[in-house]
């Protein structure tokens, strides 16, 4: 009796492998090729924007970028052009509409058509909840929120005739969880999440795969040009250290390929870093504890010195625990990824 159970037992294990076996190797086939399609992405002149874009222009995809600095984008179109890739770089601000239409159609008259939209544009402002104005929560939504919306309102009308199309949606652990001294970021990003995720259940039907990815802390570089507010040096310290050290922030690069992998393979979400794969889990099963958890750790960050200011850039609140050895790799990262001029 007892072998008979350990022999269904052991069969019943053996038809799950098999299942999970064919699953994977339907998912390969039915991959989402990328060469020769025209992939677009908003933010793309620097961190992991430009990553992203030198990882599907390696995949064989036509890559065009926008993002509002110009010059800034034309250090990225020389990067990407020496790399060999076939590259349009549109300047334009994602929060106007008009700037968008007229930014997507350049891209259809260059290229022919949108293949992926991937909406990555970011802003960042970091201090207590004390210091930050209505205009930064404004100037958070508008980047995104509204800006993605705008990017995927003006895509979806050619993707639909075609039945046809991929919408990769940038948003991060901290569209999931509410990190302290992130608040506005965090209010975007959680629009973003849930937009993301709605599209993805009403697009199906039409063809059209959206996949939400929430990265942890990246080695991007991005630090020097996010805004910080309140005791600006003490908060661009502690931030820009997080973010480069390996134990817990992921390498851009690396990154970039997985959100490549699972825009192939048409993933619903992917959480990039151990740990916040871990704090995500946490969060869902313990939501309580979680917040008890995050107020502790907000005890430890900066006091305010309430000061609503505009905020400083992290390149002009240099400390003397930032930049050090400590920030190594993500300074290093800066100068890869187009961070600074």
Known sequence: ?????????????????????????????????????????????????????????????????????????????????????????????????????????????????????????????????????????EESMRTHFWGPLYTTLAVLPEMRRRRDGRIVNISSIGGKIAVPHLLPYVAGKFALTGFSEGSRAELAKDGIIVTTVCPGLMRTGSPRNALFKGRHRAEYAWFSISDALPVISMAAERAARQILKACKRGDAEVVLTIQARIADTFHALFPGLTADLLGLINRLLPESDDVAGAGIKGKDSDSMLS??????????????NNEIP
């Not at 930049?323 to 890869?336: E, I």
């Open 1 to 137: 009796m007892a072998r008979q159970k350990g022999d269904k037992l052991m069969m019943a294990l053996l038809g799950i492998g098999a299942l999970i076996a064919a699953r994977g190797a339907l998912r390969s086939w039915r991959e989402y090729r990328l060469r020769g399609k025209t992939v677009l992405i908003t933010g793309g002149s620097r961190g992991l924007g430009l990553v992203m874009a030198r990882e599907f222009a390696r995949e064989g995809a036509r890559v065009a970028i926008c993002a509002r600095d110009a010059a800034e984008l034309g250090r990225a179109r020389a990067d990407l052009v020496r790399r060999g890739a076939e590259v349009f770089a549109v300047p334009c601000d994602v929060t106007d509409k008009e700037q968008v239409h007229e930014m997507v159609q350049a891209v259809r008259d260059h290229f022919g058509q949108i293949d992926v939209l991937v909406n990555n544009a970011g802003v960042i402002q970091v201090g207590p909840m004390e210091v930050m104005t209505l205009e930064d929560y």
């Open 323 to 336: 930049p050090s050895w400590l920030t190594v790799l993500s300074d290093r990262a800066a100068q890869r």
